[in-house]
T-cell receptor, first 116, second 115 residues
Framework: AQSVTQLGSHVSVSEGALVLLRCNYSSSVPPYLFWYVQYPNQGLQLLLKYTSAATLVKGINGFEAEFKKSETSFHLTKPSAHMSDAAEYFCAVSENSGAGSYQLTFGKGTKLSVIP | GAGVSQSPSNKVTEKGKDVELRCDPISGHTALYWYRQSLGQGLEFLIYFQGNSAPDKSGLPSDRFSAERTGGSVSTLTIQRTQQEDSAVYLC?????????????FGPGTRLTVT
């Protein structure tokens, strides 16, 4: 069974500082990996995805993530935090359930605060 | 183009009543998923549709929950005899055909409160 662990339920960074949100996964097969962002009272927005092509994946809003198979990690980074980045971030893994479903298994989320 | 839409955005109901939640996926997306987001349980998968069929219902928490999809498009999630533990945000997502790793596109959710 697949699972996702996000280290740190709450991360605070100063505006302009590096953002690093950690995600580790377990999966019995090479997975598809995703990062989603959720702003208050909104749905989930896809930030970026890893689908076994390049291990360094670039997403929207300046975010990127690196797939490291040896570490089973898919950490999310952004060089310089902006106030608008304050939101909750979810890492997710997807694999075929056997019924054709590629349902997402989510981590518990990391709430990012940006301090001016 | 238009994204995934859900209605109503908020629903308050009394314990024991039935509720219906609606999802309009992105046009042409054959796969449709329902998830539930609650404080205690996080984001949980409920059910998957491919076209009008639901080959994976493994996440439905009880037989009070059911869902259907018609015309390969609109889906309705029905909760019968609602309980307080059903209070959550119900999210719908769709994905295009042939792109297993393409990611899912989420609607804004329906916040259900059972009093």
């Amino acid at each position: 069974a697949q699972s996702v662990t996000q280290l740190g339920s709450h991360v605070s960074v100063s505006e302009g500082a590096l953002v690093l949100l950690r995600c580790n996964y377990s999966s019995s097969v090479p997975p598809y990996l995703f990062w989603y962002v959720q702003y208050p009272n909104q749905g989930l927005q896809l930030l970026l995805k890893y689908t076994s092509a390049a291990t360094l994946v670039k997403g929207i809003n300046g975010f990127e993530a690196e797939f490291k198979k040896s570490e089973t990690s898919f950490h999310l980074t952004k060089p310089s935090a902006h106030m608008s980045d304050a939101a909750e971030y979810f890492c997710a893994v997807s694999e075929n359930s056997g019924a054709g479903s590629y349902q997402l298994t989510f981590g518990k989320g990391t709430k990012l605060s940006v301090i001016p | 183009g238009a994204g995934v839409s859900q209605s109503p955005s908020n629903k308050v109901t009394e314990k024991g009543k039935d509720v219906e939640l609606r999802c309009d996926p992105i046009s042409g997306h054959t796969a449709l998923y329902w998830y539930r987001q609650s404080l205690g349980q996080g984001l949980e998968f409920l059910i998957y549709f491919q076209g009008n069929s639901a080959p994976d219902k493994s996440g439905l928490p009880s037989d009070r929950f059911s869902a259907e999809r018609t015309g390969g498009s609109v889906s309705t999630l029905t909760i019968q005899r609602t309980q307080q533990e059903d209070s959550a945000v119900y999210l719908c997502a769709s994905s295009p055909p042939g792109l297993a790793g393409g990611g899912q596109y989420f609607g804004p959710g329906t916040r259900l409160t059972v009093t």
